[in-house]
Structure formats: C-alpha cells, structure tokens
C-alpha cells in the first residue's frame, strides 16, 4: 500500500511531514518533490531501508545514490573530506541542483556508494525536501523516483504511474521547477571532472570556482563538435520514452526540414509520430502529436520529460525531437535527449 499525501510547499503542514519521516526512520521508503525532479528516498544510515530503492526502482546496485541533506554541518557526518574548492561552490550553490563527489565519511553503508570510497551529496533547493531532512533527523538517500531507464518523474502523477505499490509514501508537492536532474561534479580530483551537466551550469560553476573544469569522456563537451551523421542504434538508453526517439541537431533551417522529412516517412508506413518543438517556425503537418516546449532553456528543461511521457500516453511509435544549443542549461538538456535517443541526426 502507497499512501499518498498532499503538502503545499507554500504552507507545510508539519504533522503532515511529520508522518512521512516517520516512516524514514522506521526504515521505510518515500518519494518526494525537489527542485529537479522527484527522489525516491530512505534513511541513508540504514543499509536495509537503502536496499528497498533498489528494489522498487529495479536498479542495478552498483549504481550508487545521492545524499540529500538539509545544512552544512550535516555534511560532516556524509563526508571525510570537504576540499576548499567544494567549500567555495557550496557557499554558492547550495541549497540547489549542485550534486558534490566527495570522500565519504566511513559509516555510510556500502549500499548507497555502491562499495565506492566516495559519496555524492547536495542539498536540495525545495522547502518539503528540507522539512523532511530535517525532521527525519537523518540524511536522506535518493535517485530520481522513477523505474530505472525511464524518465525522471517531475511530477507526483508521473511518480504515481511509475511507484505505485513500491513504496510506502508519496508527497505530492506539486510540479518540480527545474525538471532535469542536478549537475555532478567530482571534487575528489582537480581540476573538478563533470560527471554529469544539470541545473546548474558549466558557466556557473567555472565562473566561481575562476578555472576550466573537465569533462567525463560520458559527457558531450559543449565546444567539441562531434560528427554524427548517423548513429542508429547508440549502446543504451537512458532518460527513454517507450517510443523510439529520433533526434535532430544542427543549423535551425535544416533541422527542421530534416524533422519533416523523417515523419513523412514514419507516417507513410502507417507509424503514429509525435514531434517536439523547441521553436515555432514552420510547424511540421501530418503528424499525430506536436508538443512546443518552450521557447527558452530552462522551460525546455522544465517540460523535456513531461513530453516524453505525453507522446508515450498517446501511443506514439516515434518521437522526431528538435536539438537546443548546448549554452548553460541547454548543456543538460542536450545530454538527457541524446542518452534518449536511439537515433541522433546532425545536420
Ligand atoms: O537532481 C537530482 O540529482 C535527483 C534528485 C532526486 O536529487 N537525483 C538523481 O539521482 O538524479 P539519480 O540516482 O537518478 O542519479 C544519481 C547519479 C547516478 O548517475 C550515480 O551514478 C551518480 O549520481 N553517483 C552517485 N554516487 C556517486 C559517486 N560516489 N561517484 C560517482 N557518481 C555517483
Ligand atoms: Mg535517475
């Protein structure tokens, strides 16, 4: 059984909050809203409440967790090691979608690190997040709350879909404000290595922090121009709506020609196509879904994965997606469509 309760983020109810962490420190596993996207979450001092994740999401366990805390002196009993540079960026960013790898303090269960000497950590930016945190009296583990290779949820309808029946409790809070995850940087080396671009952006981060940071080989770098003239079929999906994504990048005009002649062809073999937009030019006929997005990095943040769940609703057997450019949040966005896509277009 799911219990579900309704908390406005505005007027927290506090014996609302109140029931949920109890459940945390009973061992049970909860979803609830942040700033990104919805975490499901449990006691990360408890190795056994942490395993429930695992199970409820269907995720591998050697994917490690995020930490959530509530302040700044919690981060002592997460972390062994808080170098300068991390201090500078917290000061910044936190509470917000700044996701730190840092060395873990030795009592944080091998089941959130994954068996890893480190641990990701932030604070979330969501005063429910932090209400929970704080009377649970423990930090709180959580991925996104959504079975493992979907989209993350950013609602509690999505959150429903997905976990109902899994765990103990959702709070609906609402509509989540960002709607992609939060950026990992790892400050266990230097310069800080992105491992993963999110709400917060690369031009943030190197603005504070006065120096370059480098990137994953997994992360796409914003100025290196990679060729993909046809990459059909990439190694896994990620982030994936049910149908097949098709993804087009490039100068604008030819995108969206592009774009127009895939779902001709799609629908000349009776496929039931679902386009987003991320522009309003020149609108693409004959299709079965068109979903405009947003006109502005963060509302294409804001709706990607409420759209991929839209045209799943809908049945759609392809999904023909129009590319962004890769400045400041758009780096974050480009990244969740591409690890989507099955197949990424450049022209
Ligand atoms: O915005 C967010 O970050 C959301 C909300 C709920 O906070 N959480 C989230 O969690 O996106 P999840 O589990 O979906 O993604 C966590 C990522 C995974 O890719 C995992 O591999 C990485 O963090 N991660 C966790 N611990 C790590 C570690 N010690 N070293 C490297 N990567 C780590
Ligand atoms: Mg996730």
């Given at each position: 059984m799911t219990l579900v309760i309704s908390i406005h983020p505005q007027h927290i109810k506090k014996q609302r909050i109140r029931h949920a962490a109890t459940l945390i420190k009973q061992g049970g596993i909860v979803v609830f809203p942040t700033e990104t996207v919805y975490g499901l979450g449990a006691?990360?001092?408890?190795?056994?409440?942490?395993?429930?994740?695992?199970?409820?999401?269907?995720?591998?366990?050697?994917?490690?967790?995020?930490?959530?805390?509530?302040?700044?002196?919690q981060l002592h009993t997460v972390a062994a090691h808080i170098p300068h540079k991390a201090r500078t960026l917290i000061r910044t960013f936190w509470p917000?979608?700044?996701?730190?790898?840092?060395?873990?303090?030795?009592?944080?269960p091998k089941e959130v690190t994954a068996g890893l000497n480190t641990v990701a950590v932030r604070i979330p930016n969501h005063p429910i997040a932090l209400a929970l945190i704080k009377q649970s009296r423990t930090a709180i583990a959580a991925p996104s709350a959504n079975l493992s290779g979907k989209p993350s949820p950013t609602t509690a309808a999505h959150v429903f879909h997905d976990m109902n029946g899994k765990v103990d409790c959702i709070i609906n809070g609402g509509t989540c404000k960002i709607g992609v995850e939060s950026t990992i940087l790892d400050m266990t080396v230097d310069p800080p290595l992105l491992l993963r671009p999110g709400g917060i952006s690369i031009e943030q981060i190197e603005k504070i922090l006065k120096q370059p940071i480098a990137f994953h080989p997994a992360v796409s770098h914003p100025k290196q121009k990679v060729s993909f003239a046809k990459a059909p079929g990439m190694k896994y999906r990620h982030y994936a709506p049910k149908a097949q994504l098709i993804l087009v990048e490039g100068k604008h005009h030819e995108v969206i020609s592009k774009m127009d002649a895939f779902a001709r062809m799609y629908k000349k073999k009776q496929k039931k196509v679902g386009i987003i937009r991320c522009t309003s030019d020149g609108?693409?006929?004959?299709?079965?879904?068109?979903?405009?997005?947003?006109?502005?990095?963060?509302?294409?943040?804001?709706?990607?994965f409420t759209a991929f769940r839209t045209l799943d609703h809908k049945g759609m057997h392809i999904i023909i997606a129009e590319g962004i450019d890769e400045k400041h949040i758009g780096l974050a966005v480009m990244n969740r469509m591409r690890k989507a896509a099955s197949r990424i277009i450049r022209v």
């Open positions: 006691d990360a001092f408890n190795g056994k409440a942490i395993k429930k994740i695992f199970t409820a999401k269907g995720r591998p366990s050697n994917n490690p967790l995020i930490v959530h805390i509530a302040t700044y002196q917000g979608p700044l996701t730190l790898i840092l060395k873990k303090a030795h009592h944080v609108m693409l006929k004959k299709v079965d879904a068109t979903l405009f997005i947003g006109n502005t990095p963060q509302k294409v943040a804001h709706n990607l």
